[in-house]
């Protein structure tokens, strides 16, 4: 599939999943039972930030991409964001486990793109030869308004400049 492009509707047939954040299973270690989010119940009359991670636990994803989004949730939540979600293909008690251990306190979703489905839907997940390979999801950012694509930054060297915190606060 080609990449999805600006004022385009979003698919919303794939359904993720994510762990919600809550006090009680606060610990790294303590994790709730995963829960569907439907993307149609989602986008409607909001505006949603997609930020897409190739893995959780990886080097540049959790040293240079997410973090600045956890600790900006407040500021992009002031500009009119009603959903924060980072995606990856990992499941849903990888990414919950990594949410908690980059200090997300709930304000962000960390859900589970399950075999990079949605990804690959829109045309940003990884190509790849070897099928023997856990399909991933690429380095991407989305702004979605009431259901269309207002922005969308793909990284295609390496690094995190399109899909980064700076470059999507300044696409709002």
Same mark, same amino acid.
């Given at each position: 599939m080609s990449k999805i492009q600006l004022g385009e509707t979003v698919p919303t047939d794939i359904k993720l999943n994510y762990v919600p954040y809550t006090e009680e299973s606060s610990s790294i270690l303590a994790c709730s039972r995963p829960i569907e989010l439907d993307l149609s119940t989602v986008f409607p009359g909001k505006t949603v930030v997609i930020v897409s991670v190739p893995g959780a636990f990886t080097p540049t994803c959790t040293e240079s991409h997410i973090p600045a989004?956890?600790?900006? @949730?407040?500021?992009? #939540? @002031? #500009?009119? +964001?009603?959903? *924060? *979600? +980072?995606?990856?293909?990992?499941? @849903?008690?990888?990414?919950?486990a990594w949410g908690k251990a980059l200090g997300d306190k709930g304000a962000i979703k960390f859900a589970c793109d399950p075999q990079a489905k949605f990804s690959?839907?829109?045309?940003?997940? *990884?190509?790849?030869?070897?099928?023997?390979?856990?399909?991933?999801?690429?380095?991407? @950012?989305? *702004?979605? #308004?009431?259901?269309?694509?207002?922005? $969308?930054?793909?990284?295609?060297?390496?690094? $995190?400049?399109?899909?980064?915190f700076d470059a999507v606060l300044k696409a709002l």
């Open positions: 989004f956890v600790k900006g @949730a407040a500021e992009l #939540k @002031a #500009k009119g +964001v009603s959903e *924060i *979600i +980072v995606l990856s293909s990992n499941d @849903a008690f990888v990414l919950s690959t839907k829109i045309g940003l997940a *990884i190509e790849q030869e070897d099928p023997n390979v856990f399909k991933r999801t690429s380095r991407y @950012a989305l *702004i979605v #308004k009431d259901g269309k694509i207002h922005y $969308v930054g793909q990284e295609l060297a390496g690094g $995190v400049t399109v899909s980064g």
